[in-house]
């Protein structure tokens, strides 16, 4: 946050332009004609296009303004907004609503990553459909070259966009003052649409004038005016709530209404519709190859923007531990949140181009536009209700009645949309189920494994495993035990990373920590125990917790935030920066571990399909240690232990094969390394939460 503290107001006013409004600032394009030349094709009348136009306006206002700009920026977690804050600040409350609240944002960022995907397609293509209008001979140029634009958009993502972000917020100002000369342009011809705008009167007495249907029609048309409001509060932690307010309320805001009265007057005027397209319709023909370009450089702009965030989401839910481990490139070292991720990429950019190939024109893709993100926009409210009743302190007679009416008018925004659902609302919808699925099943093997390894070093405390240190090093380096088996000092250094913190000798001892000693009968003279922790924060102040448990053994509990980037090898070599250890860490080797899922057949079919998928997850997820930077030159000192963790309809542990060579070796002698068998934990306990 010292970065938004050094820049000036205007400067980050000007980049949210940019990162923030280009999805909304771009449904101008699509969404008057959605109304009255879409699907639902509601009759050009003085009453409707009055009462359409108001009845965005109102939208723009009850959602945009109060809901985000206003309510939701309020709940920021360490200064950071969107559907995973709200799963942070959801997670420091143990109450019965908790679960099914983390459950459904869950859902929800599932339902983003279907956004993800149709808004660089609608965008692209409403920008580039004007040639319909400037050269109806060129309308079949316009689905290759918008398949061009958005292949080299995600093909140049990999580039990294630090030094043409810098023009972003520019030329989105220049689009925002177009729209609003453009309506000015028509609203002094017709200056009474003003009015009409503004009054509630207008949107109700068209609300209560049509039938059920199209009614149902019209909202959903609307309601394409105020997708990508969510991007308010998602990109909160880019720039501060003043630059994203101000962005709001000084340029965005009374743009979209100009243009939109605009638009509206147009139609009152009886003014003639080129190529089916409104929009291009109110340019003047001077300027419409212009126009445009400029509206294809703000949808790429909105696009991109788009892109960065599905990045950003998909960075937070794997630091957050809810989605498998993907490659993540930083595109620019002085900023963290610059970030490529090569599978989001790639499955965006083929996700799009189908779905421009698949529907053709923005009217059908329209219709597939909308359901996914009016259900983002109801969890959201629902969220916020039991955030100002448990975080905000507000009274329930308060709040009820609040966030109670703004998740009525989005349950009317989800029902609107379900007439969409047939026409390709399941697609956007269906993606976000897959990606729920996927958060859902991951999550689910993790708490699995988890169970595995509590279950594996119940009976053993890290004061155990130094105790036996220290008894091998009292005998000269050499112990034999009752089971004619011998352990050793080794003058080794071994960097164990772990994946839980330890604390003090009463800390249970690591599994991979457990499986060394056995297999190799061998204890390092110098050891660190590393554990990187990603907390539901943003950012930490502080990032290392350093113990010293018995002399030459360390533990390092090394924190960061879900927004930051831990890296192991980056936390090892400042750790020898500071001078904490001595020299005979120096030269040391890093022993990881990796699990091998093994899964048993006489599993219920449920469990066992969920068994399945998570395995496969697991084998496509990087492994943890490759996800906490330990490559390259690095992965010349690791050592990797197999981990084999068993899964049956008994229950789940860790399992280790033990060949005894005589029966009268089987007891266990307390005093050395002899494990107990792990039981099983029962089945009812593996399956709940």
Same mark, same amino acid.
């Given at each position: ?67 985000? %700009? ?12 969107? =559907? ?50 400037? !050269? ?9 070259? *918008?398949?061009? +634009? ?9 580039? $990294?966009? !630090?030094? =043409? ?8 100002? *220049? ?9 000015? @342009? ?10 009409? &705008? ?10 209560? #004038? ?39 309320? /000084? ?19 009886? $003014? ?8 291009? #319709? ?64 790639? !499955? ?24 996914? =993100? %009016? ?36 349950? $009317? ?79 080794? %250094? &071994? ?12 800390? @249970? ?9 056995? @297999? ?17 924060? !943003? ?50 080797? +890093? ?19 969920? /068994? ?18 330990? @490559? $390259? ?8 232990? *197999? ?47």
């Amino acid at each position: 946050m010292a970065t938004l503290e050094r820049t000036s107001t205007a400067a980050l006013t000007l980049a949210a332009l940019g990162i923030i409004y280009g999805d909304i600032g771009t449904s101008p394009l699509y969404t008057m004609n959605e109304v009255f030349l879409g699907s639902g094709q509601l009759p050009i009348t003085p009453q409707n296009v009055a009462g359409a136009a108001s009845i965005i306006f109102w939208m723009l206002i009850l959602v945009v303004s109060f809901k985000y %700009a206003f309510m939701a920026l309020r709940a920021d977690h360490e200064g950071e907004g969107g =559907v995973f804050a709200l799963f942070g600040i959801m997670q420091q409350y143990k109450g019965r609503l908790a679960v099914p609240l983390s459950f459904m944002l869950m859902f929800a960022a599932g339902l983003l990553f279907g956004e993800g995907i149709i808004t660089p397609a609608i965008t692209v293509l409403s920008a580039v459909e004007g040639l319909k209008v400037a !050269a109806p001979d060129l309308g079949h140029l316009v689905l290759p070259l *918008v398949i061009t +634009i958005l292949f080299l958009v995600f093909l140049f993502q990999k580039r $990294g966009t !630090a030094q =043409v972000a810098k023009v972003y917020g520019p030329i989105m100002f *220049v689009w925002f003052a177009s729209l609003a000369l453009l309506g000015i @342009r028509q609203i002094v011809q017709y200056p009474s649409i003003l009015l009409d &705008v503004i009054d509630p009167r207008s949107a109700t007495h068209l609300l209560f #004038s049509i039938d059920g249907k199209s009614l149902m029609w019209l909202i959903g048309a609307a309601f394409l005016a105020i997708t990508g409001s969510e991007a308010l509060y998602a990109d909160l932690g880019h720039l501060g709530k003043r630059a994203v307010r101000m962005g709001w309320f /000084a340029i965005v805001l009374p743009a979209l209404v100009l243009n939109y009265a605009g638009q509206g007057a147009y139609l009152l005027r009886g $003014g003639a519709i080129h190529g089916n397209n409104l929009f291009f #319709s109110i340019v003047p023909d001077i300027l419409l190859y212009p126009m445009i370009a400029l509206a294809t450089a703000a949808a790429i702009i909105a696009s991109v923007a788009l892109i960065f965030g599905i990045y950003s989401l998909t960075s937070q839910a794997i630091a957050l531990n809810l989605f498998p481990r993907l490659k993540i490139l930083h595109t620019n070292w002085r900023s963290r949140g610059q970030i490529y991720i090569p599978a989001i990429n790639w !499955a965006l950019c083929f996700g799009s181009v189908s779905l421009v190939l698949i529907f053709g024109s923005v009217t059908r893709l329209a219709a597939a536009y909308g359901f996914a =993100v %009016a259900g983002v926009m109801l969890s959201t409210s629902i969220t916020l209700m039991a955030v100002s009743i448990q975080h905000w302190r507000w009274h329930p007679a308060l709040a009820v009645p609040v966030f109670g009416s703004l998740i009525l008018l989005d349950s $009317g925004f989800v029902i609107a949309n379900s007439l969409k659902f047939a026409d390709g609302g399941y697609i956007p919808f269906s993606l976000g189920v897959c990606a729920f699925f996927i958060i859902a099943t991951w999550r689910w093997g993790r708490r699995i494994m988890r169970r595995a390894y509590d279950g594996y070093v119940a009976e053993r405390s890290l004061g155990w495993y130094l105790d036996i240190k220290k008894r091998v090093e009292d005998a000269g380096g050499i112990l034999h035990d009752s089971r004619r088996r011998s352990l050793a000092t080794i003058d080794r %250094a &071994v960097i164990f990373l772990i994946s839980r913190p330890i604390k003090n000798r009463e800390s @249970r001892v690591p599994v991979k920590v457990r499986l060394h000693l056995k @297999r190799l009968g061998a204890i390092p003279k110098n050891i660190l125990f590393l554990n990187i922790e990603v907390m539901p924060y !943003a950012y930490v102040k502080r990032h290392y917790e350093i113990v010293e448990l018995a002399p030459h053994v360390y533990a390092v509990h090394a924190i960061f935030g879900f927004m930051e980037s831990p890296d192991a090898s980056k936390v090892i070599r400042d750790l020898y920066k500071r001078r904490l250890f001595d020299k005979g860490f120096r030269r040391c080797a +890093i022993e990881v571990s990796e699990d091998e899922f093994i899964i048993d057949k006489d599993l219920p079919l449920r469990y066992y399909v969920l /068994a399945r998928f998570f395995k496969y997850l697991y084998k496509v997820s990087l492994p943890r240690y490759r996800y906490f930077g330990l @490559r $390259g030159t690095v992965s010349a000192g690791l050592s990797k232990t *197999v981990v084999p963790v068993r899964v049956c309809a008994r229950g789940v542990r860790i399992e280790i094969p033990e060949f005894p060579l005589h029966a009268e070796h089987d007891a266990i002698d307390p005093d050395t390394l002899e494990q107990i068998e792990p039981e099983f934990v029962p089945i009812r306990e593996m399956y709940r939460g």
